[in-house]
């Protein structure tokens, strides 16, 4: 038999047809109508030169050939069933090491309780937390194999990637509580005094410019930036001890402590935060759980 012209769809009508011994409850079975499995059982008689279902004592009986058909039959099609829809993994008994490019403040935000759900449904997963420069090198770090798993804001990430949402942020204005720019003030910040201090900017990268320049450029006002940091994690001790100014992002300042917060006196639009893979791994289950529970974690 040349198995080219076998229609797989043909074995699974078969398969019903056989545990039935009945075409109106195989097609009920199927969800297909009489006509149509009656058809497909004669195209498997022609495909197996046997009557395979006869008439018998009232009912169908199965012919000693569709008899010693079943078994095979079965086991030919759970085989299929299983190449295509391979059995879930057992994630308790992974044992794998897995490399995260992400920030330095997600570490910090994520990191405990990533790693207590990890303990719970995953204990053989190893992570290595690997420093985030910009959302391309990090695209560049899953192309390479460098990291497995990455989480940034990938607005595209191309056909070669993957991504899921973990998380939505605005931003927030931050200044220490006794800051000069807030004298006389119990309303907020106004734009001129927010535009009278040096500000502090982050970029894994050294740029001097973002989302909130932006901003500013499209009401025709700029800021000056005083100084430039490669980590959030810093900016909370800077503002504490100095008149400098900061935009981040509002989970950094959600406890501000001894800073006051206060939203953008100038409307800045907030961003989405992925976790990004290569499609290489699509079937690599540590990294799509360690992706979803990150997506628990900090959404």
């Known amino acids: ?3 080219r012209s076998v229609d797989l769809n043909l074995l699974v009508i078969l398969d019903a047809l056989l545990d039935e011994a009945h075409v109106t409850r195989a097609a009920k079975r199927l969800a297909l109508s009489q006509p149509a499995t009656s058809s497909a059982l004669e195209r498997c008689r022609s495909l197996f030169k046997d009557a395979l279902l006869e008439r018998g004592a009232g ?14 039959l079965k086991q030919a099609l759970a085989g299929l069933q299983s190449a295509l829809e391979p059995p879930a993994t057992d994630l308790k008994t992974l044992s794998r090491t897995l490399r995260l490019a992400m920030s330095d403040a997600l570490v910090a935000f994520a990191i405990g309780p990533l790693h207590a759900r990890l303990r719970r449904t995953a204990p053989g997963l190893d992570l290595v937390f690997m420093p985030w420069q910009s959302a391309q090198d990090a695209l560049h770090r899953l192309e390479q194999g460098d990291a497995d798993l990455a989480i940034s804001a990938f607005p595209d990430v191309g056909a070669n990637f993957r991504r899921i949402e973990v998380m939505t942020e605005t931003y927030r204005v931050a200044l220490r509580a006794k800051h000069p720019a807030l004298t006389g003030t119990t309303r907020g910040l106004s734009l001129e005094k927010w535009l ?7 970029s894994g990268r050294g740029e001097t410019r973002g989302p909130l320049d932006e901003a ?22 800077l503002l504490e001890e100095s008149d400098l100014i900061a935009t981040v992002p509002a989970r950094l300042v959600a406890k501000p402590g001894k800073l006051a917060v206060f939203k953008p ?5 907030g961003f989405t935060l992925h976790a990004a893979w290569h499609a290489r791994r699509d079937d690599d289950p540590a990294v799509r759980h360690v992706a979803a529970t990150l997506a628990e974690v900090l959404g």
Do not use: C, D, W
């Not at 009912?59 to 095979?72: C, E, G, S, V, W």
């Open 1 to 3: 038999m040349n198995l």
């Open 59 to 72: 009912r169908m009986r199965l012919t000693p050939k569709a008899q010693a058909l079943r078994a095979p």
């Open 265 to 269: 006196p100038v409307p800045v639009e």
């Open 196 to 202: 009278a201090y040096p500000h502090i900017f982050v």
């Open 216 to 237: 500013l450029a499209r009401v025709g006002r700029t800021r000056r930036v005083g100084l430039v940091v490669p980590s959030f994690m810093v900016v909370p001790m």
